[in-house]
């Protein structure tokens, strides 16, 4: 098993550019996470999907974020325009349906660095 | 969710058993204990999980008092690579929505 796939692994860019951040999750995992990690502000989830479907997008801090799960497989995280404040890891986590909801596996990663 | 109370740091010899508490207070009867920890650098790693019973894995123990006000996570026999941040969390679980709340933690140092 792969475990759950991000890429890129890390990314510089200049503010006002578009990012996208890609997560594959665990074959068979019905739920996917998308979570960003700070010094300040530690871990906070910023969108939750089950089946592809977004159940809770109340953590996203502004519109210039937006995430996609177009199939079960794959999913983006998209900022457009960056700013410096984004510069953080964002961690993608998928899990399984049924009473193992909460055991979350987590990729490596992305860090963004924005200029 | 129960918010959950950590101690912010501590220390163990390698080779010895780190007991990592963690208070739960307000936790309610629907309420999971998980465990998860954090290398420096690397996405966080589910540990354990319970509801009401001790329970026991190939990483580590959680016991749960009676009342299930705290729990402690039990390492028997810390190495090196268990120095991390670990992470008490309360969350729903079953087949409801498993939103997570990450706190700040613990960070478990394992010295030689």
């Known amino acids: 098993d792969a475990g759950v796939i991000q890429s890129p692994r890390h990314e510089v860019t200049e503010m006002g550019q578009e990012v996208t951040l890609r997560c594959k999750p665990i074959s068979g995992h019905n739920s996917l996470f998308w979570y960003r990690q700070t010094m300040m502000r530690g871990l906070e989830l910023l969108i939750y999907f089950n089946n592809n479907v977004p159940i809770d997008d109340s953590g996203m801090p502004e519109d210039r974020f937006s995430a996609k799960m177009p199939n079960a497989s794959f999913s983006t995280l998209k900022i457009q325009p960056s700013e410096p404040r984004d510069s953080a890891v964002y961690f993608c986590?998928?899990?399984?349906?049924?009473?193992?909801?909460?055991?979350?596996?987590f990729g490596p990663g992305t860090r963004l660095t924005v200029l | 969710d129960a918010k959950t109370t950590q101690p912010p740091s501590m220390d163990c010899a390698e080779g010895r058993a780190a007991n990592l508490p963690c208070n739960h207070s307000?936790?309610?009867?629907?309420?999971?204990v998980y465990w998860y920890r954090q290398i420096h650098s690397q996405g966080p790693q589910y540990i354990i999980h319970g509801l009401k019973n001790n329970e026991t894995n190939e990483m580590a123990s959680l016991i749960i008092t009676e009342d299930r006000k705290s729990s402690t996570l039990i390492l028997p026999h810390a190495t090196l690579r268990d120095t991390a941040v670990y992470y008490c969390?309360?969350?729903?679980?079953?087949?409801?929505?498993?939103?997570?709340?990450f706190g700040q933690g613990t960070i478990l140092t394992v010295h030689p």
């Open positions: 969390i309360v969350g729903r679980g079953g087949t409801s929505y498993g939103k997570l709340t």
């Open positions: 307000t936790i309610s009867g629907n309420e999971y």
């Open positions: 986590a998928s899990s399984p349906s049924g009473p193992s909801t909460d055991t979350q596996y």
